[in-house]
């Protein structure tokens, strides 16, 4: 493996719209969701010195959880209304089609590693909550271990004291105080038609970068393996025992080697309800370009819920790449909100990592 210090340290911003890049078979290739950029580095490090593309994915995963990428991944961040941090992970190998997941991980810190766990040594797809963990444990990895941090636990003391706003609840009361929550009786009035939604159903209330966020990554190795993977502490204030898009294969992420993957981040309770990523490889498996599948998976939930937050990163067998997102006032919209999409990406044609921002 090739030292650290020899990697340069610069990198390039790029803007791009839906931008798609590449063209040549330029292996091996990596690519994560926002510009976690010393992450990407870990795994093209592990790629570049022959790591499969399942074992580059979990060096990458496992760098970001160490750091703590921005708050959103590894232990330390997004406490959920108990104040606890827990973990979802996954990944997935493109040749095989087999996926290793943890969800609602209590616990133990090393969410990927626990999910190349059950990949390689279940015949199982996803372990969940305690089971979860003592699994991980049981197999070697660190735990118990206290997941949350003076941060995470300064937060929700913070959220306590504004009286529990905002949360994940919806047709409850309180409505404007903590729990215990009960159920509201039937409403008054006429009665909605099929069609029609809540106002608060049309997009992402609780949702931001400082919330709520997954480190998404692919990679295609030096004999064309792609492989993904995704590790997230999940929504802040969250119910607890809520699992999001993370673990599940098809909406955080999706592989086929045949073909290409996808990475996806934003708002998981939506995003998984569409699958998005098994939408991209599929689009793309019919003869669509990574930006026309980015962008097509992304309006399919937009015309259901116009104020969703979420992006996602396409890339083909080939290495070409693009970006698509949304973030309540439109596909790409870039400024709105504070959330702009970015994606990095590190690949012999590069020096170092480069992060595209998808903008209008």
């Known amino acids: 493996m090739k030292n650290p210090?020899?990697?340069?340290?610069?990198?390039?911003?790029?803007?791009?719209?839906?931008?798609?890049?590449?063209?040549?078979?330029?292996?091996?290739?990596?690519?994560?969701?926002?510009?976690?950029?010393?992450?990407?580095?870990a795994a093209w490090r592990a790629v570049d010195s022959g790591f499969s593309a399942v074992d580059a994915v979990v060096e990458g995963c496992s760098a970001c959880e160490k750091l703590r990428c921005d708050g959103t991944v590894g232990p330390g961040g997004s406490p959920?209304?108990?104040?606890?941090?827990?973990?979802?992970?996954?990944?997935?190998?493109?040749?095989?089609?087999?996926?290793?997941?943890?969800?609602?991980?209590?616990?133990?810190?090393?969410?990927?590693?626990?999910?190349?766990?059950?990949?390689?040594?279940?015949?199982?797809?996803?372990?969940?909550?305690?089971?979860?963990?003592?699994?991980?444990?049981?197999?070697?990895?660190?735990?118990?271990?206290?997941?949350?941090?003076?941060?995470?636990?300064?937060?929700?003391?913070?959220?306590?004291?504004?009286?529990?706003?905002?949360n994940f609840w919806?047709?409850?009361?309180?409505?404007?105080?903590?729990?215990?929550?009960?159920?509201?009786?039937?409403?008054?009035?006429?009665?909605?038609?099929?069609?029609?939604?809540?106002?608060?159903?049309?997009?992402?209330?609780?949702?931001g970068l400082d919330s709520h966020d997954t480190i998404s990554m692919a990679v295609i190795d030096q004999v064309g393996r792609i492989a993904v993977g995704t590790s997230t502490n999940g929504a802040t204030f969250k119910i607890p025992g809520r699992v999001g898009d993370g673990p599940i294969a098809g909406s955080s992420a999706y592989a086929d080697s045949e073909v290409g993957a996808c990475g996806a981040t934003g708002d998981g309770d939506i995003m998984m309800r569409f699958l998005p990523c098994y939408q991209v490889v599929e689009s793309m498996r019919l003869g669509m370009e990574p930006k026309v599948?980015?962008?097509?998976?992304?309006?399919?939930?937009?015309?259901?819920?116009?104020?969703?937050?979420?992006?996602?990163?396409?890339?083909?067998?080939?290495?070409?790449?693009?970006?698509?997102?949304?973030?309540?006032s439109g596909i790409h919209a870039g400024a709105s909100h504070g959330w702009t999409f970015q994606y990095s990406v590190r690949n012999p044609g590069m020096k170092d990592v480069e992060v595209f921002t998808v903008h209008p």
């Open 5 to 41: 210090l020899q990697v340069p340290r610069l990198f390039l911003f790029t803007l791009v719209l839906a931008n798609e890049v590449g063209g040549t078979l330029q292996y091996p290739v990596v690519i994560s969701t926002w510009p976690f950029l010393e992450a990407v580095r």
């Open 80 to 166: 959920d209304e108990n104040g606890e941090t827990t973990i979802d992970a996954m990944v997935m190998n493109g040749v095989t089609m087999e996926v290793g997941a943890v969800a609602a991980m209590r616990y133990v810190p090393e969410g990927i590693k626990a999910a190349k766990l059950v990949l390689e040594h279940t015949k199982h797809t996803m372990l969940v909550g305690d089971q979860a963990s003592a699994f991980a444990i049981s197999m070697g990895l660190p735990g118990p271990i206290n997941l949350s941090s003076v941060e995470s636990i300064e937060k929700w003391m913070k959220w306590k004291a504004n009286y529990c706003q905002p």
């Open 170 to 207: 919806k047709n409850v009361s309180p409505g404007d105080n903590c729990g215990p929550y009960h159920p509201n009786g039937p409403s008054i009035g006429r009665c909605l038609m099929a069609n029609e939604l809540q106002p608060d159903e049309f997009g992402s209330v609780n949702v």
């Open 293 to 328: 599948a980015a962008k097509d998976a992304i309006s399919r939930i937009a015309r259901k819920y116009p104020g969703f937050i979420g992006a996602l990163f396409a890339v083909n067998k080939s290495g070409i790449h693009a970006g698509a997102s949304h973030n309540k």
